[in-house]
């Protein structure tokens, strides 16, 4: 059951509106800073070793990590932590936006099933207090620990799900074949799974990364003339 709630967490059907999101690449394109399969898998490749993705899943297991102990005090503190970390309005806002629809969604999903585990605080509680400014991290990991999915596998899946929606944007933009975006994500798949391994790791100071390019790439889409993505 776990494995198909991870899917259901992590699949693009889910209605949250990620599709409509580059992170900067419809800037990086119009800049022909990204202009075929090679660039698309070396800007995805460093930013899985230094970007700011590691940061968002690294976030979405310590709010995991709350739930399960019951820590709403720190579900805030970390979604603060959150918001504060996001470099760009446009950033910080696409991230708002798929968190509260994310964790309004759960809210509903969560009313229509029994409850299996009594000791977890009760969803709607964790919804009132976050309101509108809930990260996606944060609603992704209240999400995972919900559904007992294993704290690997809901990094693993925050990743993917991260890379996949990219390359969709890529195939879009460049414009790249499905296979080839199809194949992209394949190679990606060994960086995916060490990467998830070292964010298990991370201690709470060791939080940090280097995104200057995908932050001037976000600043520059906000005034950029034509564009079919929101960020």
């Known amino acids: 059951m ?24 419809e800037t990086l394109v119009e800049w022909e800073k990204i202009a075929n399969s090679t660039h698309l898998a070396h800007w995805l490749e460093q ?10 899943a690294a976030l979405t297991i310590r709010s995991y990590r709350c739930i399960v102990h019951r820590d709403v005090r720190g579900i805030s503190y970390w979604n603060a932590w959150s918001s504060a970390a996001k470099e ?49 991290a944060i609603a992704f990991g209240i999400g ?37 975006g199809q194949t992209l994500l394949m190679q990606l798949d060994r960086l995916l799974l060490d990467t998830a391994k070292e964010i298990l790791l991370l201690e709470d100071d060791e939080l940090a ?12 889409h906000a005034t950029q003339y034509s564009r079919l993505f929101r960020s």
């Not at 930013?47 to 968002?56: K, N, V």
């Not at 990364?209 to 520059?220: F, K, Q, T």
């Open 2 to 25: 776990s494995l198909l709630r991870l899917l259901q967490l992590a699949s693009p059907a889910l209605p949250l509106g990620a599709y409509s999101y580059s992170e900067g690449l």
């Open 47 to 56: 930013e899985l070793s230094y970007g700011a993705i590691r940061l968002e």
């Open 88 to 136: 760009t309005e446009e950033l910080r806002n696409q991230s708002w936006q798929m968190g509260s629809t994310l964790l309004r969604l759960l809210v509903d999903l969560q009313t229509n099933q029994p409850k299996d585990n009594f000791s977890l605080p009760e969803i709607n509680i964790l919804a009132l207090a976050l309101g509108r400014q809930c990260n996606y």
């Open 144 to 180: 995972a620990a919900y559904w007992q999915i294993e704290p690997e596998s809901a990094v693993l899946g925050y990743l993917h799900s991260w890379a996949a929606n990219l390359i969709s944007v890529g195939v879009k933009l460049i414009p790249l074949g499905q296979t080839t």
């Open 209 to 220: 990364s280097c995104s200057w390019g995908l932050g001037l790439a976000s600043m520059a």
